[in-house]
């Protein structure tokens, strides 16, 4: 029996350098058939040009301007015609059974709409990149796992509040009952976004550790102290708090918002020097208020899943950072103490 399609979307800008190494990845797949749909967005590298020369099995969608991330990937998704829809970034190599052990774990968890994989990273396989989107009571997001060393922790299959969009896999159902990824978003965050949207209207995701991609990571946009960055990710932040958070929550969570938003304020003041484009993101977000609160009410009508499991949802998420975060000191703390080899 024939499988069924699975589409790859991968936006673009300016990355022309990564996409050989990508699309040759995806080439050695087990998994077949496979859509690859490209985004294009306004690239002045080449990429276009270069794509259709020597890639012209490829779908290729341009928009004239960099569009951000959400509509690029919207574009995709919907230019797109698998059964199921993985997006990819395209500073990425792909393990060849990353699509297989991406479907076989969809197949063996019909109750999830979304599955995450290992993401190691690109120069470094030994050091973990992330195995999930977290995210905390506070409405601060964070990858799960990411600079850890690989030592097998995040070997075995399980449940995640949502999975990076770096490198994920999507039922397309779950596009049809609660939307694509949020425009207004631009880029940062607009994954957790749809991972809590997805979980409220009970969409779980599924962890597929077998399924490995290896992520250079702000190959397009730089640093996460850059002022860009910083600005969309203030500015989401908010964005997110404000459309998710049920009401009830949102008086237990308060305290952890106000703890966790100023802690992003002072890393990105003290470490960065980006006091003045956290001020405009949050100031864009006071702007985006009415336009939230309205999506706010959509996403809260088709809520399916009760407020307890959705705090518990986000208490063990914070706790999987956390202790994430606690590793990751003691390992830097061992390196930084044991005695140089002779």
């Keep these: 029996m024939s499988k069924p399609l699975i589409s790859v979307v ?3 800008w300016n990355g022309k ?39 012209p099995h490829v779908k290729l969608v341009t928009f ?9 990937v919207n574009a995709g998704i919907k230019a797109s015609t698998g059964v199921m829809v993985a ?17 076989i774990a969809m197949d063996e968890h019909p109750e999830v709409g979304s599955a995450g994989c290992k993401m190691l990273a690109y120069d470094d396989h030994s050091l973990l990149d992330g195995a999930g989107d977290g995210y905390r009571r506070g409405g601060l997001p964070g990858r799960i796992g990411h600079k850890e060393r690989d030592t097998g922790r995040f070997d075995r299959k399980r449940y995640l509040l949502g999975a990076c969009g770096g490198a994920a896999l999507y039922r397309r159902e779950l596009f049809d009952d609660i939307g694509y990824f949020d425009e207004d978003y631009f880029a940062y965050l ?13 969409f779980k995701c599924i962890y597929a550790p077998k399924a490995i991609v290896y ?46 938003q100023l802690y992003y304020l002072a890393v990105v003041t003290v470490r ?14 006071i702007k985006l208020l009415p336009k ?7 996403i809260h009508s088709k809520r399916r899943t009760s407020l307890e499991y959705f705090e518990n949802l986000i208490v063990e998420s914070e706790r999987d950072l956390g202790d994430s975060k606690s590793r990751l000191y003691k390992q830097q703390l061992t390196k930084v103490t044991q005695p140089a080899a002779k």
């Design 87 to 103: 997006l990819l970034n395209n500073d990425t190599v792909v393990d060849p059974r990353w699509m297989e052990e991406f479907v």
């Design 292 to 298: 939230m609160l309205k999506k706010r009410d959509e």
């Design 17 to 55: 350098k990564f996409l050989t190494g990508c699309l040759d990845s995806l080439a050695t797949q087990t998994y077949e058939p496979i859509e690859i749909v490209i985004v294009d967005n306004g690239s002045k590298d080449g990429s276009v040009e270069f794509l259709k020369e020597n890639y």
């Design 215 to 260: 992520h250079l990571g702000c190959g397009t946009t730089g640093s996460g102290y850059s002022p860009l960055v910083v600005r969309l990710s203030a500015r989401n932040n908010w964005n997110t708090i404000v459309k998710n958070i049920p009401n009830p929550l949102l008086v237990r969570f308060l305290p952890h918002i106000c703890f966790w």
């Design 10 to 12: 991968i936006p673009n």
């Design 272 to 285: 960065g020097g980006q006091l003045i484009p956290w001020l405009l993101g949050t100031m864009d977000a």
């Design 190 to 202: 607009e994954d957790v976004d749809l991972g809590l949207r997805a979980q409220a209207a009970g």
């Design 64 to 72: 004239p301007v960099n569009t951000g991330f959400s509509p690029a």
